[in-house]
């Protein structure tokens, strides 16, 4: 891992980072930067909308209906299984998270850890956790727990909420220092139908109570490393906690390709190669030269 003198973290953040395993950075985004991605999620949200009707489940798109609720109006009078088919988490290639994806604000964060070779890892999520839904519960685990035998350390994951994220819509929680230790020991949740790995934290010697709740403001970033152990409780509102997590790596660790097509997202050494929207429409890792352009 490269670091040097990049990034626009302070000395301090950086430290926190290191020490506790995770950095809370309030008002990463503003409002210009999450439009595109709550436009891209309203996209998902129609196409869901139109599949209910068409599977004959709802009759109103429910369009006039508030960004916030929508989607749990829509939930509402179906059960856990609908939610499973239609509803919990999407990797879909939407414009907006590609721009998210991108956006230099996340890059210059991440380069203060992982240096200024930067590739996103496949692995992102848009989550809506939808109210009183089981599979919105997310049990303790170590993000490592889903790519053990991958290559990549460090994995930084990037988690940004896009309403207010409250104790009572389920904020992310963590366990302060985790990250040091060995990937534990974990199984697949049968409760919520995700498959969810799971921790049994008491089992570890982990003790619940030394975990922190992390509610934050929509735009608010918490960067975690992937060993550290983190859950998040049910949705108990009447709205849905819009979140993604996204994933970033430095360029020289295991891509990862077995979870899908990453992209370099930004590069110092070869800037030509930083991946653009049409790259990652087609899963491309990044950008092709292109050998027929004329010399300038
Ligand atoms: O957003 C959540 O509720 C959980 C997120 C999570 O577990 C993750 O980003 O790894």
């Known amino acids: 891992m490269r670091r040097g003198n990049h990034g626009n973290l302070s000395p301090e953040q950086v430290d926190r980072y290191d020490t506790e395993g995770y950095l809370v950075i309030p008002d990463l985004l503003d409002e210009a930067d999450m439009a595109p991605v709550r436009a891209a999620m309203t996209e998902k949200v129609d196409r869901i909308a139109h599949d209910l009707i068409d599977a004959g489940l709802i009759d109103d798109p429910l369009d006039d209906e508030p960004f916030a609720t929508r989607l749990a109006r829509l939930f509402d009078g179906l059960d856990s299984d609908h939610f499973l088919t239609f509803g919990r988490s999407w990797r879909d290639r939407i414009p907006g998270y590609f721009t998210l994806m991108s956006n230099p604000k996340i890059l210059d964060a991440l380069e203060s850890l992982i240096g200024p070779e930067i590739f ?12 009183r839904v089981a599979a919105g519960t997310v049990p ?41 230790e060995k990937v534990h020991a974990f199984h697949r949740e049968t409760y919520s139908g995700t498959g969810f790995t799971e921790l ?10 030394k975990s922190i709740a992390l509610p934050v403001k929509a735009g608010t970033a ?23 997590d996204l994933r ?20 110092r050494s070869r800037p030509g190669r930083v991946a653009e929207l049409s790259d990652w429409l087609a899963e491309r890792p990044e950008r092709i030269p292109d050998h027929t352009a004329e010399p300038d």
Request: net charge neutral.
């Open 120 to 131: 996103a890892n496949p692995v992102y999520n848009v989550r809506p956790k939808v109210p």
């Open 140 to 180: 303790w685990h170590q993000d490592k727990s889903y790519w053990p035998d991958a290559n990549s350390n460090p994995v930084v994951t990037v988690w940004i909420s896009f309403v207010d994220a409250t104790l009572e819509n389920g904020c992310l929680h963590v366990l302060p220092r985790t990250q040091r």
């Open 200 to 209: 049994d934290i008491e089992a570890i010697g982990l003790v619940r109570d």
């Open 222 to 244: 918490i960067l975690f490393n992937d060993r550290l152990v983190h859950s998040s409780t049910r949705n108990d509102s009447d709205h849905v906690r819009w979140s993604v």
């Open 248 to 267: 970033y790596q430095p360029t020289n660790q295991d891509p990862m390709t077995a979870h899908g097509a990453g992209f370099l997202a930004r590069s």
